[in-house]
Nanobody
């Protein structure tokens, strides 16, 4: 049974930092892209960042570029998101995912972790 479990969310003041982590288990994730989406209250889920199996070519949403850094540890099947210079508009539930590079593959999702940034 595949599981993705996020941790590290919480409450932080604007300008502060948080680090999210996601541990994946239940199968091999060789060749899988991993990344993060987020969903704010009343809004659609939106892409945040992703990283390939090799760790090259990380890709970010424009709204977080220069503030967030994604990384992964394939030996531990984990993906992390370092979030700096947080803004109130970053408040959302953050979901990690893992998706095979096979075209049309359906992603696995975590249950989400709440990030709240106070002004």
């Amino acid at each position: 049974q595949v599981q993705l479990v996020e941790s590290g969310g919480g409450l932080v003041q604007a300008g502060g930092s948080l680090s999210l982590s996601c541990a994946a288990s239940g199968r091999t994730f060789f060749g899988y892209d991993m990344g993060w989406y987020r969903q704010a209250p009343g809004k659609e889920r939106e892409f945040v960042a992703r990283i390939t199996w090799s760790g090259g070519s990380p890709y970010y949403a424009d709204s977080v570029k220069g503030r967030f850094t994604i990384s992964r540890d394939n030996a531990k099947s984990t993906v992390s998101l370092q979030m700096n210079s947080l803004k109130p508009e970053d408040t959302a539930i953050y979901y990690c995912y893992a998706r095979s590079s096979v075209p049309g593959a359906y992603p696995y999702w975590g249950q989400g972790t709440q990030v709240t940034v106070s002004s």
